[in-house]
């Protein structure tokens, strides 16, 4: 699996047709969906299947991941690194599913449809019904990151204002000790200083959030996906993105008692640098790039 995870699709073979691919794509998901209905099928009710039936399961359940890993080979790099990562994680989540249905088949009672297997045998469908969510080119994938992205840091804001709500305790959902008694620890409380901290804190939140709001309105509209230059911009957006959500992330963790000083500093450090990192470039968003900051 970490092979077909790492690996390298091909550059070059050939010209890349997108409607073929995708076509294909979408053909091999909804044939594995299949082997794997035969497979639970097979070993679920009497008579349970032959020698020669079994390997001939097997060897169908093994050439529909072949295909579904053959296709997804055939998409090239130059495509754009975020839309391969979503085809290859969606491609990876088939394969792992029908691997988790195989074990889970392996395991269960014989002649029996057990509630383990109906939930691998869904997952796998689920997993397959995936391909008609995914984007179509590179800056749909990016739209998709993006939106993504911004998702965590809305939660993650909302968290935090629900946390500093005047005179809330962020751990009252954590019951009393029963040998302790009253939780009087001050660690678990803000101080004032600490209010101030977060409040300024809370501002660089709202100031990402607006960031790559404003980020993910101009690329929805106005991205491109026609040249290597467009492409391989979009994708260093997307990558500067995925790295706020952990930062984001980090900041929200870092400020609950004990408040933790200096990974607050440090990511308030990488946030206030957002809105030049994220900046788009010209060629991609020339026509309104000034709407951004």
């Not at 709500?165 to 009252?172: F, I, L, M, R």
């Not at 963790?253 to 030049?276: D, E, G, I, K, T």
Request: aromatic letters at 6%; hydrophobic letters at 40%; one cysteine or more.
């Amino acid at each position: 699996m970490s092979a077909f995870t790492e690996g390298e699709p091909g550059e070059g073979r050939e010209p890349f047709e997108p409607t073929r691919f995708w076509d294909a794509l979408g053909q091999t998901f909804k044939e594995t969906s299949q082997e794997a209905t035969k497979l639970s099928l097979a070993f679920s009710r009497s008579p349970l299947p032959s020698a020669e039936n079994c390997q001939k399961l097997s060897e169908d359940v093994q050439n529909a991941i072949l295909a579904v890993a053959t296709v997804y080979y055939w998409l090239p790099k130059g495509q754009g690194t975020t839309l391969r990562k979503m085809v290859r994680d969606a491609t990876t989540e088939v394969v792992e599913g029908m691997i988790q249905l195989t074990e889970t088949i392996l395991i269960s009672p014989l002649e029996s449809l057990s509630q383990e297997q109906l939930i691998s045998t869904g997952g796998v469908w689920e997993a397959c019904e995936q391909v008609s969510n995914l984007p179509r080119n590179n800056q749909a994938a990016v739209v998709s990151a993006l939106a993504a992205c911004l998702s965590v840091v809305k939660d993650a804001l909302e968290e935090m204002e629900n946390a500093l709500v005047e005179g809330q305790d962020p751990y009252s959902d954590i019951t009393e000790d029963e040998d302790l008694g009253f939780r009087g620890n001050r660690d678990t409380y803000w101080s004032e200083a600490d209010r101030k901290l977060l409040s300024s804190c809370m501002g660089l939140i709202k100031a990402s959030k607006a960031c790559l709001k404003k980020v993910l309105s101009v690329v929805k509209a106005y991205g491109k996906a026609e040249s290597p230059e467009h492409i391989a911009q979009l994708d260093d957006l997307a990558d500067i993105a995925n790295e706020i959500s952990p930062s984001v992330d980090e900041l929200a963790l870092s400020m609950y008692p004990p408040v933790n000083q200096l990974a607050v500093r440090l990511n308030q450090c990488y946030l206030c640098l957002l809105p030049v990192v994220l900046h788009p470039k010209p060629a991609i968003h020339h026509k309104r790039s000034q709407d951004l900051f």
